[in-house]
């Protein structure tokens, strides 16, 4: 059967469902570029918080104005935004179908504005890739000089790119006495809070410098480290959904079990309880994203060129080579983890240990 609310209860037998119920959901939160890490991500979290009935009014609205937006909106439309999440381990899987997303706006700037100028959203997530913040790859400083900014600078009231349109809605926030919505980046990059806010204020600073000081002073960009291996859905994975499950999905999420999520507890406007569903809010993430970094990271470009010089093509083959297993899990106690600094209750060879048991898998 086809996955929409229609079907949803005949799924559960095979599948966790929510119990919630959806249309006491609304909007809190505008992800801009939804894809499979944000839907096997940021909306299981919440999902799961949810069903414990709390903090209803955090719910997903997505967005995007790139070219692929119009397709995932027409696909998750279809099936009333609801997603097949599959959790694959070794020696089991198990999916749960995922509720917290509510609409997807069309790809228009003007819509997309009028939403985030309304006081329900309170957060403005992303996940847009390393390449989508306009950073200059020499300086590593906002792109002043990209095309796509020059041209949002001269016209503020009619922007095309996703930054243009954020500025634009903290200024008619602040016009209306709305207060500002926190801004999260959720891409895999460090200091991505400050990233983010380096863009923001580097494109009102061409416009409006005054305006670029009222978000410099009033607009918090948490940092956050974000960890879950979630790859691209293709024909393989919607498959397996049917297969397994029953369901017709055509944008299931296929992911590993394991996830993540360390926050910097800064958002002025409030934020769901995430906390009860595993989340760790902390008051600065460096050493989490160094943690990552140095362990997770490393192990993973240093294990690369011994497994290709083996004749190992998959991640999992060269780990279960006792040789390269041993050399690596040698490499990272006995390099990488000496420089880091202690954490609160984290225990750095159990973190290696689940590093390994991931590229396991």
């Not at 000089?145 to 634009?168: Q, Y």
Request: hydrophobic share 40%; net charge negative; glycine share 6%.
């Amino acid at each position: 059967m086809r996955l929409n609310k229609v079907n949803l209860r005949r799924f559960s037998d095979a599948v966790r469902i929510p119990t919630y119920d959806r249309n006491t959901l609304t909007p809190g939160i505008l992800h801009l570029s939804v894809g499979n890490f944000h839907r096997g991500h940021m909306a299981v979290y919440l999902d799961e918080l949810f069903e414990q009935g709390q903090d209803l009014d955090w719910a997903i609205v997505g967005a995007g104005l790139r070219p692929s937006a119009v397709g995932m909106r027409e696909t998750l439309k279809a099936q009333d935004y609801l997603t097949t999440v599959v959790e694959l381990a070794p020696k089991a899987i198990s999916a749960q179908i995922i509720s917290s997303m509510v609409d997807f706006l069309p790809s228009d700037p003007n819509i997309i504005h009028d939403a985030l100028t309304d006081g329900q959203i309170r957060i403005v997530s992303m996940t847009i890739t390393e390449s989508g913040y306009y950073i200059d790859a020499a300086t590593g400083e906002f792109a002043a000089d990209h095309p796509e900014m020059i041209r949002d600078a001269k016209s503020p009231d009619n922007p095309t790119s996703l930054f243009g349109v954020i500025v634009k809605a903290l200024k008619a926030r602040r016009d209306a006495g709305i207060d500002p919505f926190t801004v999260l980046s959720c891409d895999n990059l460090p200091g991505n809070g400050n990233i983010t806010r380096q863009t923001v204020l580097g494109l009102a600073r061409l416009g409006d410098p005054e305006l670029a000081d009222w978000i410099a002073a009033s607009v918090s960009f948490p940092n956050n480290m974000v960890d879950r291996i979630v790859p691209a859905t293709t024909d393989r994975e919607r498959r397996l959904v049917v297969d397994h499950f029953g369901i017709i999905d055509e944008l299931p999420v296929v992911c590993e079990p394991f996830r993540q999520w360390v926050v910097e507890d800064n958002f002025p406007s409030g934020r769901p309880h995430l906390e009860k569903v595993g989340v760790q809010f902390v008051s600065d993430v460096s050493g989490y994203e160094l943690m990552k970094l140095r362990i997770l990271n490393a192990a993973h470009a240093s294990m690369c060129y011994p497994a290709l010089l083996l004749g190992h093509h998959f991640v999992h083959d060269a780990m279960a080579d006792p040789d390269i297993f041993q050399w690596l899990k040698t490499l990272l106690t006995q390099e990488a983890i000496p420089t880091l600094k202690p954490l609160p209750n984290v225990n750095y060879n159990q973190y290696l240990d689940k590093v390994l048991e991931r590229f396991s898998n």
